[in-house]
């Protein structure tokens, strides 16, 4: 389509799986962003440790994160 973002909403396994996967395809061409209601992504998992490490993978590859 001819959107220039895609949104994916969540940060749990589903969501930081899906906006990995989009950086992978879309990466130059659109922007990425991953809105979680928690500070870090897989936070209440994992514990926020390795949801910074999730989150620096994330930003890195391109995708842009949205806290509340």
Do not use: C, F
């Not at 589903?14 to 809105?35: F, N, P």
């Not at 928690?38 to 514990?47: I, Y």
């Amino acid at each position: 389509a001819d959107a220039r973002a895609i949104a994916v909403v969540g940060s749990g396994w589903i969501a930081t799986e899906v906006s990995s996967a989009l950086i992978g395809k879309y990466k130059g061409q659109k922007d990425i962003y991953l809105i979680q209601s928690t500070e870090l992504p897989l936070e209440r998992a994992l514990g926020k440790e390795i949801g910074a490490l999730l989150q620096k993978d994330h930003t890195d590859a391109g995708v842009k994160v949205l806290s509340s």
